[in-house]
């Protein structure tokens, strides 16, 4: 079965350095999204893509963040100047359809990121 | 855009007993979509509802969506230890590029 596969696993790192998260959507799909979620919270909204650009974005989804797609498989998050907030699990999921037309997201089984 | 609260929170049963979650919005939605995270894993997609009034079955799970599309349900019948995780609904954006989810509600079941 197809999954959404994304690297690394964990990853810690020193506050003020840049963190790249990296993730392989399902071949086929079209929409990729970047989730985060702080220990026994929500699942909160980062950033969605289409197109090769950004559809929508939140208010988490600052200046210090990013999003690429380099290639025709990998999707990066790329967060410039890591804060002791930023500590969370990230998420990249993909849909073959956009949610509005009833696309199921299927997620990664996501990065740790943890910031000293 | 548009969100979604969830109640309960947490929620303690005994194996064997039904489960409700609730998901609650003050506007009209146009779909609503259902995901369980198991403790450690990652959201796992369980079904989607579209039209007022709608129920779909999944084994012992029951999904409702209210006539008014402003509110939706889980019903999990016979719970099992299986069924310990958390459940998140879920609607998309205003834009439809983005899917919100609710603060979820934890099932915790004991034997």
């Known amino acids: 079965e197809p999954e959404v596969t994304q690297t690394p696993s964990h990853q810690v790192t020193q506050m003020g350095q840049e963190v790249i998260l990296r993730c392989v959507p399902i071949s086929n799909h079209l929409y990729f999204y970047w989730y985060r979620q702080i220990l026994g919270q929500k699942v909160e909204f980062l950033v969605s893509?289409?197109?090769?650009?950004?559809?929508?974005k939140s208010e988490i989804f600052d200046d210090q963040f990013s999003v690429e797609r380099p290639d025709g498989s990998n999707f990066t998050l790329k967060i410039r100047s890591t804060k002791l907030e930023d500590s969370a699990m990230y998420f990249c999921?993909?849909?073959?359809?956009?949610?509005?037309?009833?696309?199921?997201?299927?997620f990664g089984e996501g990065s740790r990121l943890t910031v000293l | 855009g548009q969100q979604v609260m969830q109640i309960p929170q947490y929620q303690h049963v005994q194996e064997g007993e039904d489960f409700t979650t609730y998901c609650n919005s003050s506007?009209?939605?146009?779909?609503i979509q259902w995901y369980k995270q198991r403790p450690g894993g990652h959201p796992v997609f369980l079904i989607q509802l579209v039209k007022s009034g709608e129920v779909k079955k999944q084994k012992r799970l029951t999904f409702q969506f209210g006539e008014a599309k402003k509110n939706s349900s889980l019903h999990i019948t016979a719970t099992q230890t299986t069924d310990v995780g958390t459940y998140f609904c879920a609607t998309n954006s205003n834009s439809g590029y983005a899917l919100n989810f609710g603060k979820g509600t934890s099932l915790l079941v004991t034997p």
């Open positions: 506007t009209t939605l146009s779909n």
């Open positions: 893509f289409y197109n090769n650009e950004i559809s929508e």
């Open positions: 999921a993909s849909s073959a359809k956009a949610v509005a037309n009833t696309g199921e997201l299927f």
